[in-house]
């Protein structure tokens, strides 16, 4: 499965963006999905993750309240929404597949190539 990660860009402050993640040949049916990112100089940190069926979802802390994530099995896309963004949530956001959800990327699967979120202060 190859993942298109798309929706990223330069926000101020406060300011929203909504990332999308699709697959491109095939459908996400069955699959977990999970939002990562990492900034410059550290590594991937978990973000959020949904289960196949939307019902279960997880966030890292420091995103908890902000973000939310969710998905449309019609339109076979997840979607990541940032609102209120911070200034360190600044890094390349990378959406995976996997079986389940979980924190650690070990258990996805297949990515994408990622997507810029650049916040401004």
């Known amino acids: 499965v190859q993942l298109q990660a798309s929706g990223g860009g330069l926000v101020q402050a406060g300011g929203s963006l909504r990332l999308s993640c699709a697959p491109s040949?095939?459908?996400?049916?069955?699959?977990?999905m999970g939002w990562f990112r990492q900034a410059p100089g550290k590594e991937r940190e978990f973000v959020a993750t949904?289960?196949?069926?939307?019902?279960?979802?997880d966030y890292a802390d420091s995103v908890k309240g902000r973000f939310t994530v969710s998905r449309d099995r019609a339109k076979n896309t997840v979607y990541l929404q940032m609102n209120n963004l911070k200034v360190e949530d600044t890094a390349v956001y990378y959406c995976g597949a996997g079986g389940r959800t979980s924190r650690h990327e070990d258990e996805f699967d297949y990515w994408g190539q990622g997507t810029q979120v650049t916040v401004s202060s």
């Open positions: 949904i289960s196949w069926g939307g019902t279960d979802t």
């Open positions: 040949g095939r459908t996400f049916s069955g699959y977990a």
